[in-house]
């Protein structure tokens, strides 16, 4: 997702901003893709995080990161998340969360 120019840290001020967390958000991902460290430009066999999609509409698909592998809904469900935050660096916001579950 793109943006105007800024550097910040993660907040919730920032999430709400681009995303309405009262409107339906979809899961795209039906697993987590692993992040991994990289030192001096190489990747290490060291897990970071781990990353999934999702899509509310009137928005592209965006990716929201999580520090622990969460148990992903099916494919297309509705979800929800817990402290959702984001970060706008350069023309960029990205997003993580504690955790996500689906609204049944």
């Avoid at 795209?28 to 290490?44: A, I, W």
Wanted: charged share 35%; aromatic share 16%.
């Amino acid at each position: 997702m793109k943006t105007r120019f800024r550097k910040s840290g993660y907040s919730d001020a920032t999430a709400s901003k681009y995303i309405a967390l009262e409107n339906p958000i979809y899961s795209l991902s039906t697993e987590s893709e692993k992040q991994f460290k990289y030192v001096d430009g190489k990747r290490t066999d060291e897990v970071t995080g781990y990353r999934s999609w999702y899509t509310q509409e009137g928005l592209p698909p965006f990716m929201v990161k999580f520090e622990k592998d969460v148990k992903l809904p099916k494919y297309l469900s509705l979800v929800k998340f817990e402290n959702l935050q984001g970060i706008e660096i350069r023309y960029d916001v990205y997003f993580k969360a504690d955790d996500v579950t689906e609204v049944k």
